[in-house]
């Protein structure tokens, strides 16, 4: 049992060890779990709104601005917003917080994120600074349901988990604040935004979406190749790398030092590189599936090859810091690629193939069903992102090509084929959270 006693109905009258050192007698679960699957379907409908957001005319959606604050930060912000005060109430055996205020965690930066895509692009810029505003008053919101949890509990990783979910929500509480001021046209904020615009982006994308992953991974990986849940030496490195680079880096930025930000970087490139340790090194210890093998397949494929892109992302994020120091030429699109489209939303449909049927409101027959809907052409799901990904990034350094022309049309092709297979895993979510 292990990790799924985590996400089970918590602690019950007349048990022992560290449930009864708690203090807890039972934990009815079932409206936390509700709120998170309420929370995952609605990050897959903004995983499809950056999609379409893509198709619109390039001055309408800003450049690739709209499709990745819709698709990528609004999705992952989301879906974090729903899943991290779970996963610290279970892991810490401990009591929710009252099911309004965790609804509220979620409610906020999904109205906060909308009316900033609005607002930025289209106007008034007035409701883009009201929805920052929203999107912080969420992220509070967010905080105290992950972290009262914690101050209750006698769990032996509580600590680790309060660090970790502090650090995550303090990088994007400063990622989105900057953007905020951006919107309500900051004169400063403006003048100095060709360094600040990597500094948010490392703040929330490598920061707050980072921390959080490589947190959940500790626990969901081996939980998905049906191994023992250890940090280990690479478990331990990949947290204090994702925690400590990102910030350092973005405070080179903000205070135009080289140094700082090419320290920042040294240690996300250790981060980057213990991330693909603890990857490789839970899957040599994986067990053997013998049922729901489409399933099984879907998600520990997202969640793989999404560890390799976030590897080769955070690499590549770190060496532009280390080459170029804290300057605008120190941040690609192309790295937001790796990170985005190939480690981010996929780790997203990852995370959903897999916790939704275990997590989410209802019995065994009706997870058996939603096992075998989000199971459906996994493999070719699987592949087609990758190369959907990858030609998105080859578009990318299409200059660097034997044939530069062809950049615009590798970005077409890959942008379709990820976008489309994006689609085809939202409404195979969407039809497993509607099966009754």
């Given at each position: 049992?292990?990790?799924?006693?985590?996400?089970?109905?918590?602690?019950?009258?007349?048990?022992?060890?560290?449930?009864?050192?708690?203090?807890?007698?039972?934990?009815?679960?079932?409206?936390?779990?509700?709120?998170?699957?309420?929370?995952?379907?609605?990050?897959?409908?903004?995983?499809?709104?950056?999609?379409?957001?893509?198709?619109?005319?390039?001055?309408a959606r800003r450049g690739i601005w709209l499709p990745v604050h819709l698709g990528i930060a609004g999705a992952s912000?989301?879906?974090?917003?729903?899943?991290?005060?779970?996963?610290?109430?279970?892991?810490?055996?401990?009591?929710?917080?009252?099911?309004?205020?965790?609804?509220?965690?979620?409610?906020?930066?999904?109205?906060?994120?909308?009316?900033?895509?609005?607002?930025?692009?289209?106007?008034?810029?007035?409701?883009?600074?009201?929805?920052?505003?929203?999107?912080?008053?969420?992220?509070?919101?967010?905080?105290?349901?992950a972290l009262a949890p914690l101050a209750r509990s006698k769990a032996p990783r509580r600590v680790a988990l309060g660090l970790a979910a502090g650090a995550a929500l303090a990088d994007v509480a400063c990622g989105a604040l900057l953007g905020t001021l951006y919107a309500a046209g900051t004169p400063q904020v403006l003048a100095d935004w060709g360094l600040l615009k990597p500094a948010h982006a490392w703040l929330n994308v490598l920061g707050f979406v980072g921390i959080t992953i490589v947190t959940t991974l500790v626990h969901l990986w081996p939980t998905i190749l049906g191994t023992r849940i250890r940090a280990g030496r690479s478990g331990t490195a990949m947290g204090v790398g994702w925690s400590l680079g990102p910030p350092l880096v973005a405070l080179g930025f903000a205070i135009d030092s080289d140094f700082v930000a090419r320290t920042g970087a040294v240690v996300a490139l250790s981060g980057a590189a213990a991330l693909a340790g603890f990857g490789i090194a839970r899957w040599r210890s994986r067990g053997r599936w013998t049922i729901d093998l489409p399933w099984h397949r879907a998600a520990i494929g997202h969640l793989g090859a999404g560890i390799a892109w976030g590897t080769a992302g955070g690499a590549a994020a770190a060496a532009l810091v280390l080459a170029n120091g804290a300057s605008p030429a120190a941040w690609s699109p192309v790295v937001l690629v790796a990170l985005g489209v190939g480690w981010v939303a996929q780790t997203l449909v990852g995370a959903w193939t897999h916790l939704l049927p275990t997590i989410g409101p209802g019995g065994p027959a009706l997870h058996a069903s939603q096992r075998a809907t989000l199971g459906r052409g996994s493999s070719v799901r699987l592949v087609a992102w990758q190369a959907g990904t990858a030609l998105l990034a080859a578009g990318g350094v299409a200059d660097l090509l034997p044939v530069p022309a062809a950049g615009p049309s590798l970005v077409v092709a890959g942008g379709a084929i990820v976008g489309a297979t994006a689609i085809v895993s939202v409404a195979l979510l969407a039809r497993a959270v509607t099966r009754t």
């Open positions: 049992m292990g990790a799924m006693d985590a996400m089970g109905d918590g602690p019950v009258r007349g048990a022992t060890g560290p449930t009864a050192a708690a203090g807890v007698s039972f934990v009815d679960r079932r409206p936390d779990r509700s709120i998170a699957a309420g929370g995952i379907a609605a990050a897959g409908a903004l995983v499809v709104a950056g999609v379409l957001a893509a198709l619109l005319p390039p001055e912000s989301v879906a974090i917003a729903a899943m991290l005060p779970f996963f610290t109430a279970t892991l810490a055996v401990s009591r929710p917080v009252h099911p309004a205020i965790r609804a509220l965690g979620v409610t906020l930066p999904l109205v906060g994120i909308l009316a900033v895509a609005v607002g930025i692009a289209w106007g008034p810029t007035g409701l883009a600074t009201a929805g920052g505003l929203a999107y912080i008053a969420g992220v509070a919101t967010v905080a105290y349901a």
